[in-house]
């Protein structure tokens, strides 16, 4: 490395900062995309293609009333979400299923009570496309409430797992 008064120093300098911020915010962003909250949205992204289907199928194709089909939707799509967060996104294999069931069923039908509606007013009422209505309702009721509210209340670590890995339990994987 050049001396501190030599020409060429300050690029040297740079050079290593520079290393060190993309390789610092590489390991920020593959730390993120292998945290519970990653692994849960990439469940939602999928379950919310399950659920489309099954409202355009049920209000396009069966014509079935837009909230009876959205609320339909979301319960085969949060049927879907349930089991693989819990088994991918959480990674919770030891823990009873019914009491999370029963958690998840309860924050899923009150989501479904808001969301429901959301949905046929969107496009009963103001005209807009039923895919459109789905998605803008999902991101407003599903998006970080819910995704919250299975973290700390139906996937929530037992004391006995909070004790054994100190303070980071609620933040890890």
């Known amino acids: 490395m050049p001396e501190l008064h030599e020409p060429g120093h300050a690029a040297v300098v740079v050079g290593r900062w520079v290393r060190f ?12 995309l292998q945290s519970w909250a990653a692994r ?15 409202v355009v199928l049920l209000v396009r ?12 939707g979301v319960a085969v799509g949060s049927t879907l979400a349930f089991v693989l967060n819990r088994r991918f996104a959480f990674r919770d294999k030891s823990s009873p299923v019914a009491p999370q069931a029963f958690r998840y069923a309860l924050t899923t039908l009150g989501a479904i009570a808001i969301h429901a509606p959301l949905v046929g007013i969107l496009v009963d009422r103001l005209g807009v496309d039923l895919v459109v209505a789905k998605l803008m309702a999902d991101v407003l009721v599903f998006s970080v409430g819910q ?27």
């Open 21 to 32: 911020g993309r390789s610092s915010f590489h390991a920020l962003v593959q730390r993120l």
């Open 40 to 54: 849960s949205l990439q469940v939602g992204a999928l379950c919310t293609l399950v659920d489309v289907t099954v």
């Open 61 to 72: 194709g069966l014509k079935i009333p837009t909230p009876l089909g959205s609320a339909a």
């Open 147 to 173: 995704l919250l509210l299975l973290r700390f209340l139906v996937f929530r670590k037992s004391p006995a797992v909070r004790q054994r890995h100190g303070d980071h339990a609620e933040t890890g994987s």
